[in-house]
């Protein structure tokens, strides 16, 4: 079964870093596209980031410079390393594979910047 | 990257049919064929309903079309049931290598 599952979420303080790691199983991470896509509460869906399956990657403007997205082939796992958060930037993190859509998502993972 | 513009919200009773539109540019909905579209039920990941404009995953009723005239896509959901009462995206691929999701729409069904 083709699965993804987020985890790393939690509270932080503004200006802080946390690594969100997106685990998967049924397919390889390394030979497909993979993003980060947020949802802050009671909003729209946003994308985040991409990764190619060559390593090209991509970012929105809100988070380019502060957030950085990767995978770990030996893990079959990827991660966003997200620093310099701001308030911004609470919201529900999903990883999805892309395919010509996204598709399976993660149940997604909460991410909280407060003081 | 400017969302993609859907209405915030569209209504119908069962059995009937909906359209949701999905505005963006040449540099996104109308320059590839990589539009796609979701269907988000509170607290819920949200999950894809059509790909490549008008392409449905396996297991998707086949009451749910998309289709794209320029730069403006559509969601047409037919023979409306109440479980489809949810926040339906849509997203594009874009000319910067990058995607981008409209604002959403809620789907009342009365």
């Known amino acids: 079964e083709v699965q993804l599952v987020e985890s790393g979420g939690g509270l932080v303080q503004p200006g802080g870093s946390l690594r969100l790691s997106c685990a998967a199983s049924?397919?390889?991470?390394?030979?497909?596209?993979m993003s980060w896509v947020r949802q802050a509460p009671g909003k729209g869906l946003e994308w985040v980031s991409v990764?190619?399956?060559?390593?090209?990657?991509y970012y929105a403007d809100s988070v380019k410079g502060r957030f950085t997205i990767s995978r770990d082939n030996s893990k079959n796992t990827l991660y966003l390393q997200m620093n310099s958060l701001r308030a911004e930037d609470t919201a529900v993190y999903y990883c999805?594979?892309?395919?010509?859509?996204?598709?399976?998502w993660g149940q997604g993972t909460l991410v909280t910047v407060s003081s | 990257q400017s969302a993609l513009t859907q209405p915030a919200s569209v209504s119908g009773s069962p059995g009937q049919s909906i359209t949701i539109s999905c505005t963006g540019t040449?540099?996104?909905?109308?320059?590839?064929?990589?539009v796609s579209w979701y269907q988000q039920h509170p607290g819920k990941a949200p999950k894809l309903m059509i790909y490549?404009?008008?392409n449905r995953p396996s297991g998707v009723p086949d009451r749910f079309s998309g289709s794209k005239s320029g730069n403006t896509a559509s969601l047409t959901i037919s023979g409306l049931q109440a479980e489809d009462e949810a926040d339906y995206y849509c997203s594009s691929y874009t000319s910067s290598s990058k995607g981008v999701f409209g604002g959403g729409t809620k789907l009342t069904v009365l």
């Open positions: 490549e404009v008008s």
């Open positions: 999805a594979r892309v395919r010509a859509g996204f598709d399976p």
């Open positions: 990764i190619y399956s060559g390593g090209s990657t």
């Open positions: 040449s540099s996104d909905v109308g320059g590839y064929n990589y």
């Open positions: 049924g397919f390889t991470v390394s030979s497909n596209y």
